[in-house]
C-alpha cells in the first residue's frame, strides 16, 4: 500500500505562498497518477489539481494561474506551489494518488473514488 505524508502547511497572510509537499512511501508503479485537493468546514473535498506520469498538469479553475503541481521522482515527492493566496483558499489539503492512467484533463477525477491512496491532509490558513 501506498502511503501518502503531507507537509508544508501553514499560516499565511493573503497574497503570501506556501509550497505543500507529500512523501510518498511504498510507491509502486501501480501508482500512474497524482493530485492535490482540499476541503473546507462544511463543504465537500475538491479537486486542485493534478499531475500524470506523463507530466500533464489540470487546475481547478480558483487556483489556476497560481498554484503549481510537480513531482520529483527520485525523491518520490509531490509538491504544490501555492502563490497569490487568498483567504478561500484556507482549507485541509490532501495529496492522491490513483492506479488510473490518467488524473488531468478528465472529468471523473474529480470523484474521490479515482484515487486509492490519500494523505493525512495537512493545514492551509490564509488571513486577510
Known amino acids: 500500500q501506498v502511503q501518502l505524508v503531507e507537509s508544508g502547511g501553514g499560516s499565511v497572510q493573503a497574497g503570501g505562498s506556501l509550497r505543500l509537499s507529500c512523501a510518498a512511501f511504498g510507491y509502486t508503479y501501480s501508482t500512474l497518477c497524482m493530485g492535490w485537493f482540499r476541503q473546507a468546514p462544511g463543504k465537500e473535498r475538491e479537486r486542485v489539481a493534478t499531475i500524470d506520469s506523463d507530466g500533464t498538469t489540470s487546475y481547478a479553475d480558483s487556483v489556476k494561474g497560481r498554484f503549481t503541481i510537480s513531482q520529483d521522482n527520485a525523491k518520490n515527492t509531490l509538491y504544490l506551489q501555492m502563490n497569490s493566496l487568498k483567504p478561500e483558499d484556507t482549507a485541509m489539503y490532501y495529496c492522491?494518488?490513483?492506479?488510473?492512467?490518467?488524473?488531468?484533463?478528465?472529468?471523473?477525477?474529480?470523484?474521490?473514488?479515482?484515487?486509492?491512496?490519500w494523505g493525512q491532509g495537512t493545514q492551509v490558513t490564509v488571513s486577510s
Open positions: 492522491a494518488a490513483s492506479s488510473r492512467t490518467y488524473c488531468s484533463a478528465i472529468y471523473p477525477s474529480r470523484d474521490l473514488s479515482w484515487y486509492s491512496s
